[in-house]
């Protein structure tokens, strides 16, 4: 079945920092591939998707560009805020008609002032 | 726009007791989603219905979990009886309408069981 694996977090970095979380994925047809992300007590808000190989996603100042040949979606800010500290989810869905979403783990990160 | 609302925010129950927790979709949305979020795990999907009816309860524990979608607006989830291994927070999903790709999320309810 579907899969998406993500780097263990926490992920702790110092304000302006640059961020890279690595997502990779398994999937039997072609999906589209997202990150969402979690603020403390909040539900999941979609942070960025794409739906083809080559497209980028962006939202907020991160990027995640969709890598068919290496089955990636690496999420990645230039300079992290505070405000950023959050779990983010990678997640596929795939393209039938009732698309699921398959999540991973999530990363924690924290990013300190 | 009103969000995906969840109610309640936390509930803490004892184990062999029922459990109930409600959703209201985004106005309009015909999918619904339910979803069972371990604490350190990504969300599982444990339902889905599509207006009124159930397109996808593969993974849902039939033996003591239950969902209805009375209408196809808003759902119940129902745990009965609870286990400890339930303790997740139950998050509820929507989406517009077959091929929309997007679905947005409710703030969950936080379930211990104890």
């Known amino acids: 079945g579907d899969s998406v694996t993500q780097m263990e977090g926490p992920v702790t970095l110092s304000e302006e920092a640059f961020l890279t979380i690595n997502c990779t994925y398994t999937?039997?047809?072609?999906?589209?591939l997202f990150w969402y992300v979690q603020y403390p007590g909040e539900g999941l808000q979609l942070l960025l998707k794409?739906?083809?190989?080559?497209d980028k996603g962006s939202n907020k100042g991160f990027e995640a560009t969709y890598r068919k040949e290496t089955t990636s979606f690496h999420l990645e800010k230039g300079s992290v805020q505070v405000s950023d500290s959050a779990v983010y989810f990678c997640?596929?869905?795939?393209?039938?008609?009732?698309?699921?979403?398959?999540f991973g783990k999530g990363t924690m990160l924290l990013v300190s002032p | 726009e009103a969000g995906v609302a969840q109610s309640p925010r936390y509930k803490i129950i004892e184990k062999r007791q029922s459990v109930a927790f409600w959703c209201n979709p985004i106005?309009?949305?015909?999918?619904l989603y339910w979803y069972q979020q371990i604490l350190g795990q990504g969300p599982k999907l444990l339902i889905q219905?599509?207006?009124?009816?159930?397109?996808?309860d593969s993974q849902l524990p039939k033996d003591r979990f239950s969902a209805e979608r009375l209408k196809g607006v808003d759902s119940t989830l129902k745990i009965q009886p609870a286990k400890l291994e339930d303790s997740a927070v139950y998050l509820c999903?929507?989406?517009?309408?077959?091929?929309?790709?997007?679905?947005?999320f409710g703030a969950g309810t936080r379930l211990s069981v104890l």
């Open positions: 106005s309009g949305h015909a999918t």
């Open positions: 999903a929507s989406r517009a309408r077959q091929g929309a790709d997007i679905q947005y």
């Open positions: 999937a039997t047809g072609y999906p589209s």
């Open positions: 219905f599509q207006n009124n009816g159930v397109v996808d």
């Open positions: 794409a739906t083809k190989a080559d």
């Open positions: 997640a596929l869905s795939d393209r039938g008609g009732y698309s699921t979403l398959t």
